[in-house]
T-cell receptor, first 115, second 116 residues
Framework: AQTVTQSQPEMSVQEAETVTLSCTYD???????LFWYKQPPSRQMILVIR??????QNATENRFSVNFQKAAKSFSLKISDSQLGDAAMYFC????????????FGAGTILRVKS | SAVISQKPSRDICQRGTSLTIQCQVD?????MFWYRQQPGQSLTLIAT?????????ESGFVIDKFPISRPNLTFSTLTVSNMSPEDSSIYLC?????????????FGPGTRLTVL
């Protein structure tokens, strides 16, 4: 079964600094998608970034970028120039290709931003 | 991405009762999904709802407990039946994106349910 592991239950970063959240996954598929979602206290799940496994180039979205290591099955999220509004729970998710559009989520990492 | 709304945003219910949660999308989508997020936990898929067919439930979730309707391409409901305190969770609906983003899911604001 596919699993997603986020080994950091909680991380802290100073405002304007850079932080990296880790995520590993287990799959036997070669084509899949990976996502990072952000869930602030408002509980809205917000898409941060997506990565297509067949693309070797790491995805970037403004201050957010990923380090996708397919062989190592690693998908870390880097947040640059951290802002107070980045404080949230971050979930890594994997999309199964074999069954509809099902997402499998990791346990989440709480990110705290210090001013 | 589509604009997704859910009603109610939160509710407090008595055990043994049922609650129906609505999910409305501002555009037509083929697939809609219902997730449960128990307190302090991650998201778990309950079922996938396609218009015109029965919902497909994940292991551990049954239709009698979580009946789902999908009457058209912009609307779905999830009912939590015969509730117990263990059903206290956030329930979220999501939809697939459009165009080049059909592989991506976008979420509604969630419904926070507390069962006493």
């Amino acid at each position: 079964a596919q699993t997603v592991t986020q080994s950091q239950p909680e991380m802290s970063v100073q405002e304007a600094e850079t932080v990296t959240l880790s995520c590993t996954y287990d799959t036997s598929e070669s084509d899949y998608y990976l996502f990072w979602y952000k869930q602030p206290p408002s509980r809205q799940m917000i898409l941060v970034i997506r990565q297509e496994a067949y693309k070797q180039q790491n995805a970037t979205e403004n201050r957010f970028s990923v380090n996708f290591q397919k062989a190592a099955k690693s998908f870390s999220l880097k947040i640059s120039d951290s802002q107070l509004g980045d404080a949230a729970m971050y979930f890594c998710a994997y999309r199964l290709m074999e069954y509809g559009n099902k997402l499998v989520f990791g346990a989440g990492t709480i990110l705290r931003v210090k001013s | 991405s589509a604009v997704i709304s859910q009603k109610p945003s939160r509710d407090i219910c008595q055990r043994g009762t049922s609650l129906t949660i609505q999910c409305q999308v501002d555009s037509q989508v083929t697939m809609m999904f219902w997730y449960r997020q128990q307190p302090g936990q991650s998201l778990t898929l309950i079922a996938t709802a396609n218009q015109g067919s029965e919902a497909t439930y994940e292991s551990g979730f049954v239709i009698d407990k979580f009946p789902i309707s999908r009457p058209n391409l912009t609307f779905s409901t999830l009912t939590v039946s015969n509730m117990s305190p263990e059903d206290s969770s956030i329930y979220l609906c999501s939809v697939e994106g459009t165009g080049d983003l059909t592989d991506t899911q976008y979420f509604g604001p969630g419904t926070r349910l507390t069962v006493l």
